[in-house]
């Protein structure tokens, strides 16, 4: 468990210009600035902060000096939601759409438990605004404004009912409405920050951010992993692990993690922590990776375009089983990451979609291609001294990522190895252009072939020191390999390959021949052919 220093995660607190409220009617939470690009999901949160109903006749609203009307009765202590659109329709959606069930029925699900929102006609800027609440006798009630614009999505929350200090909801969905806001402090309240996933073999590695938001410490606490079943209650069967929280004083932050084996592609699951005071950010549902992790490889890519190509290109491998769809995947590079498209792109499986800088450049210089191109909006210009590409999925993941110390000059790509057993090896193609849309040919290491011997004189008599050879191999990509020793009379003394389709980087030999008997001194000669493509040998001394 790692522990971050809590300045790190400090949220900063805007005080602007919200009047403090006495006990009664409340301005408590704002959204201006509507989730991606929404118009009709602006509303104002009124809070009852009296022991007594109050009726919301003799009040008016003020939206930028624009007046207007109220109904409806605020139970003590309870909220009321004044929306510009209510349900949602065919042309745009509602408020309780999204902060409801979007059953187009309020009150028929456990997050519209608070009055039936009023619907008026109003429109917030993002940049700045003020709202009045004002009776009938023009009595200013509260008063809550901005002067900047906040995140996509989130709201301005009151830190309490009564005082004036405001701020950006730190809640997961970016705002609470019909709820405790989220700036509110608590007196005990752990919050799940985040849950992020990184792929590993046969499953993933889970790493969650909790950070102790109450006024209390707190210690003893469990956070729970699970496969993740919105029809069906949690229990013993679902849990995946159950890890220990550190003991946490106000305001810091601890780091949790826990390795999950899974099957299939991608896993629902979900992580919760222990009841405390402020329940919703308590929980997280994500995807995690599964064995059959990634669906969608890097193959190749062109980061040096030269004469009439002019046009950089990645080249993607759908390695699953059936259609894949890259909407809401990004490609990155060492700066950032970069939508690849919000619409859809399907790949087949067993088939590549080649992602080019220009489709125009990229389409004459290759006129025959006759495979899938798609030019994003946005791409990660690649640097020619070394970069690094990433492979980021919908949820997050990184499904892959190549990194290269330079880029190969005459139009040849760097590729990587089609061979079983040999997936994560990436060379330069063997032809300039490279081969897009289909199955990679590449030369490994600069196409040139070595064999080399460390150390080239040793002394199998097993007494520690140099009693073995390490033999490594750099070759170019061929359909079978042939790795054997002669003694100097031309005999083979030695086999370890003879037409393998698989190449391993190093191999160890401790003299002794193919039957066991150890080799007297002398010279050694090793001799590598890459099968159709290019041989190499070296010499070895056994001394004693």
């Keep these: 468990m790692k522990y971050l220093p809590a300045a790190f995660f400090s949220l900063i607190v805007l005080v602007l210009s919200a009047k403090p409220a006495s006990a009664g009617l409340v301005i408590n939470e704002v ?13 104002v949160e009124l809070y009852n902060d009296s022991s007594e109903a109050i009726d919301l006749l003799p009040y008016d609203l003020y939206v930028d000096g624009l007046q207007r009307r109220l109904s409806g009765v605020i139970e003590p202590y309870h909220y009321f939601i004044v929306c510009r ?20 029925v309020w009150g028929d699900s ?50 309490s009912p009564g005082v004036s200090t405001i701020g950006q909801s730190i809640d997961f969905s970016g705002s609470t409405p019909g709820t405790v806001n989220s700036l509110t402090p608590l007196s005990n309240d752990l919050s799940l920050d985040s849950a992020a996933v990184a792929s590993e073999l046969g499953g993933a590695r889970l790493s969650f951010i909790i950070r102790n938001r109450g006024l209390n410490p707190l210690s003893g606490k469990d956070l729970t992993v699970y496969r ?29 993690s ?40 890097l193959s190749e890519c062109l980061p040096n375009p030269t004469g009439n190509l002019q ?47 220009d489709s125009v450049y ?30 980021i999925d919908t949820y997050g993941i990184e499904a892959d990522r190549f990194a290269y110390e330079s880029a190969y000059d005459s139009n ?35 196409g040139s072939t070595k064999i080399y011997t460390e150390p080239q004189i040793f002394s199998p008599n097993n007494d520690g020191i140099e009693d073995v050879v390490t033999i490594g191999v750099e070759a170019p990509e061929a359909d079978t390999y042939t790795l054997k020793i002669y003694d100097r009379q031309g005999r083979v003394v030695k086999t370890f390959l003879d037409g393998q389709s698989s190449l391993q980087a190093e191999f160890v030999w401790d003299g002794k021949s193919d039957d066991g008997k150890q080799q007297p001194i002398g010279i050694y000669i090793v001799y590598f052919e890459a099968v159709g493509v290019e041989s190499t040998k070296t010499t070895v001394v056994i001394a004693r």
């Excluded at 919105?230 to 929280?245: E, K």
């Design 31 to 43: 959204l201006a600035n509507e989730p991606g690009q929404e118009t009709t999901l602006e509303w």
């Design 85 to 104: 659109k209510l349900f949602s329709d065919t042309i745009s959606r509602g408020f309780e759409g999204v902060w409801g069930n979007n059953s187009g």
């Design 110 to 159: 456990p997050e519209e438990n608070y009055a039936r929102p009023f619907q008026t006609s109003f429109s917030l800027r993002n940049y700045s605004g003020s709202l009045v609440i004002r009776d009938n006798f023009l009595t200013t009630i509260s008063v809550f404004s901005w002067n900047q614009s906040g995140a996509d999505g989130k709201s301005w929350e009151r830190v």
């Design 228 to 256: 993740y079943n919105p029809q069906d209650s949690l229990d013993d069967s679902d849990v995946l692990a159950t890890l220990d929280v550190p003991g946490l004083l106000p305001d810091s932050v601890a780091i949790v």
């Design 258 to 297: 826990t390795t999950v084996t899974l099957s299939k592609l991608y896993v629902h699951l979900g992580a919760v922590l222990q009841d405390d005071d402020r329940l919703r950010n308590n929980r997280r549902d994500f995807y995690a990776s599964g064995a059959d992790y990634p669906p969608v490889r």
């Design 311 to 357: 046009s950089e290109w990645i080249e993607l491998y759908n390695r699953h089983d059936s259609t894949i769809d890259l909407s809401g995947w990004y490609i990155g590079d060492s700066v950032g990451n970069y939508l690849i498209t919000a619409g859809s792109l399907t790949v087949d499986a067993g088939q590549y979609v080649v992602l080019v800088q």
């Design 362 to 391: 990229f389409s004459f210089f290759y006129p025959d291609f006759a495979g899938q191109y798609f030019e994003p909006a946005q791409w990660p210009t690649l640097n020619n001294d070394g970069d690094v590409i990433r492979l």
């Design 412 to 446: 040849y790509t760097w590729a990587r190895s089609g061979r079983t057993g040999q997936e994560d090896r990436w060379g330069r193609s063997v032809t300039s252009g490279g081969s897009p849309g289909e199955p990679n040919k590449i030369v490994l290491y600069n």
